[in-house]
């Protein structure tokens, strides 16, 4: 993955017509508490190490550490005005006491460590998408929690056209080990 750094385009930014969409910014204003970006990489010295490094691709290293510090932006087009406001579509039931057990204890460490915003009430607020999450069996009787970004007509990965992430490399975690 160090080679592909060398060469990558750097990480893209919203569009404007997202800094236009005043149902998201509102919520967001309102409620900055659900919105924090949080990393346990620290930032500054993860940059510092990379530009004492003379890393051959400082763009794409700066893109990666404003992401790091404000979010990143999925290249998605979030069709405003196209797609509904909000969107929810429910998670399935758990089939069985432990796999209830196990999402109800997984979304209190992802909220635990700032990556699940706090509960703020059964409905979703203005501008909010929620895809449903499930667990999957793995050996040894234990789960592995999933978020299905693809479900529904109006998923998150549908904001994503294929042509703009051919040749980026988004999860390679199993490639790195």
């Known amino acids: 993955m160090a080679v592909w750094t060398e060469s990558a385009e750097p990480l893209p930014r919203p569009p404007p017509s997202e800094f236009n969409n005043l149902t ?8 900055p508490h659900l919105f924090k970006v949080s990393t346990p990489i620290n930032v500054d010295r993860f940059e510092t190490l990379l530009t004492l490094a003379h890393h051959p691709n400082m763009p794409f290293v700066h893109s990666v550490c404003q ?17 509904p406001t909000t969107w929810e579509v429910p998670s399935p039931i758990p089939s069985t006491t432990a ?14 460590v700032g ?24 050996e040894g009787g234990k789960y ?7 479900a529904g007509d109006f998923s998150l990965n549908s904001m994503i056209a294929k042509d703009d992430i051919v040749g980026v ?7 790195s080990r």
């Open 99 to 112: 796999e209830r057990d196990f999402i109800r204890s997984q979304i209190l460490k992802e909220e635990s």
């Open 67 to 83: 992401g790091l510090r404000e979010g990143f932006w999925p290249w998605a087009d979030t069709h405003v005005g196209v797609y």
């Open 115 to 138: 990556r699940y915003s706090p509960n703020f009430g059964p409905q979703l607020l203005p501008g909010m998408y929620s895809m449903p999450i499930h667990a999957v069996p793995k």
């Open 24 to 31: 998201v910014l509102s919520t967001i204003a309102k409620y």
């Open 169 to 175: 490399t988004l999860d390679n975690v199993q490639g």
């Open 144 to 150: 592995r929690l999933v978020t299905n970004h693809s």
